[in-house]
């Protein structure tokens, strides 16, 4: 940041390109990713509107050859763990699973004007920052945002640290 926006505080409007001209794309690296719905419009309360931005979002179309370690979808925003594949561009990827998360809700009727506000936040993970516990902060925000009583009653989040036939972390 700037001096100017420090000793004033005024920080950067989300999306403005003062955020952006920082970004990079670095193959291999791992970001933490959060984007909001239009409006911060609860859209995924419905759910059918959940489930076909999981289905969507989660395919191999989608994320060719970059890997979701975690992510959760709240009624307005979803946040991700994501480890960038080989040729693959951070700002593309979230292109991609916006466009497509997007149509797929569309296509449902449920949704009247569009899905998605512009730009996104990421952050590049460091190699001495706590992964599996970032994650599991990403997994407790339905818990914090009052949505259940336990992070297991709620539906939509993952996490590779899960014994998917289990049904208990590794």
């Given at each position: ?7 004033t ?8 390109s ?6 990079s794309s670095?193959?291999?690296?791992i ?14 309360r419905?759910?059918?509107?959940a489930?076909?931005?999981v ?14 370690l ?8 979803w946040h991700g763990?994501?480890e960038?594949?080989?040729q693959d561009?951070?700002s593309?990827?979230?292109r991609?699973?916006k ?5 797929a809700?569309?296509s449902?009727?449920?949704v009247?004007r569009g ?8 952050h ?14 990403l997994?407790?925000n339905?818990?914090?945002a009052g949505?259940?009583a336990?992070v ?5 989040w993952?996490?590779?640290w899960?014994d998917?036939?289990a049904?208990?972390?590794?």
């Amino acid at each position: 940041m700037d001096a100017f926006s420090m000793e004033t505080n005024h920080f950067p409007r989300a999306g403005s390109s003062r955020l952006r001209s920082g970004r990079s794309s670095e193959s291999g690296r791992i970001y933490l990713v959060t984007f909001h719905t239009r409006a911060r419009e609860a859209i995924f309360r419905d759910w059918p509107c959940a489930c076909a931005m999981v289905r969507s979002s989660t395919s191999r179309y989608v994320l060719r050859a970059s890997r979701l370690l975690c992510w959760v979808l709240m009624p307005d925003h979803w946040h991700g763990l994501i480890e960038l594949g080989e040729q693959d561009d951070l700002s593309m990827l979230v292109r991609r699973i916006k466009g497509v998360s997007a149509r797929a809700v569309n296509s449902l009727g449920n949704v009247q004007r569009g899905v998605w506000a512009s730009g996104f936040h990421d952050h590049a993970i460091r190699i001495d920052e706590d992964l599996p516990g970032i994650a599991r902060y990403l997994v407790l925000n339905p818990k914090r945002a009052g949505l259940v009583a336990r992070v297991g009653d709620y539906s939509f989040w993952d996490a590779i640290w899960l014994d998917p036939c289990a049904g208990r972390a590794r």
